[in-house]
């Protein structure tokens, strides 16, 4: 049956034909591409939720490229059978390598951006999306062996109540030195990401690897993908702007740390 619930609700959701629907008669149609819609507007006080098209498209094209493919491989070495919710999925770049990795694992992508979850659900019918929020997840109490959060918010309660006991959270971040090059070559005074300590409530620390490499931009184009996928990205203004779009390529730093984390 899944373990979608219904966000007015909360009971467990069931297909019938294109529907999801509740015991209550709570109802949410299957888009044409196969996710459902289960963010309701009061969980976000928005009419327009998450990336853009342009956005997301940027992001997908700068994945495709494999710039960021160690990042996927060493996530799909980790993660394990059984049932596996990605928590912010994006476009579903990682979500289908995890689905690549284990053709036969139960997965669902969530994100909040209905653009983003539209484009992954294109890239394969095996996988269950859903329009949802991260703070708000339609997803039953206990129900999930693995839960992945790539660059995505964290949401402590709602990632130990969807967990089981002894679940595993797999969570990417950046390391202080990731697109340090990018940084410089637009600020004047750039500065390193500050990593905050592992230490999570309801969760004990497994392991931490450091994926750390350096990959060259051979493009303009390549160049503002990734930087629009950045928070800089909305924090830049027309002088760096522009030296930004004078970039024809650049060598910058990969660097990320893949955390591992056990609910208690």
Same mark, same amino acid.
């Given at each position: ?10 009971? $467990? ?38 990336? !853009? ?11 495709? $490229? ?6 996927? %491989? ?16 994006? %476009? ?41 929020? *991260?703070? !708000? ?10 839960? *992945? ?42 500065? $390193?990401? $500050? ?52 970039? %024809? ?16």
């Amino acid at each position: 049956m899944g373990i979608l619930i219904c966000p007015v609700c909360r009971e $467990k959701l069931g297909i019938s034909g294109k529907t999801y629907t509740c015991a209550n008669r709570h109802s949410f149609d299957i888009a044409r591409s196969g996710y459902v819609n289960l963010l309701l507007s009061k969980h976000t006080g928005k009419t327009v939720h998450g990336d !853009n098209k342009i956005m997301v498209q940027a992001r997908r094209d700068f994945l495709e $490229k494999g710039y960021y493919s160690p990042l996927r %491989e060493s996530l799909c070495e980790n993660v394990q059978e059984g049932v596996i919710l990605d928590a912010g999925c994006g %476009e579903g770049y990682y979500t289908n390598g995890i689905l690549n990795a284990l053709p036969n694992a139960e997965i669902y992508g969530i994100d909040i951006s209905k653009t983003a979850v539209d484009m992954a659900s294109k890239r394969t019918k095996k996988i269950t999306f859903a329009t949802a929020s *991260v703070f !708000n997840i339609p997803v039953a109490d206990s129900s999930v062996d693995t839960l *992945v959060t790539i660059f995505s918010p964290y949401c402590s309660a709602e990632f130990l109540r969807v967990l089981k006991i002894n679940g595993i959270m797999i969570m990417a971040i950046p390391s202080e030195n990731h697109l340090l090059e990018l940084k410089q070559a637009v600020y004047d005074t750039p500065y $390193k990401n $500050k990593v905050k300590p592992y230490e999570l409530d309801g969760f004990g620390l497994v392991s931490k690897k450091r994926i750390t490499y350096n990959f060259t931009l051979e493009s303009n184009k390549d160049i503002q993908s990734l930087f629009s996928m950045t928070p800089y990205f909305y924090r830049t203004n027309y002088t760096q702007s522009k030296k930004l779009a004078e970039l %024809e390529n650049l060598t910058t730093t990969a660097d990320f740390e893949l955390l591992i984390y056990r609910k208690f």
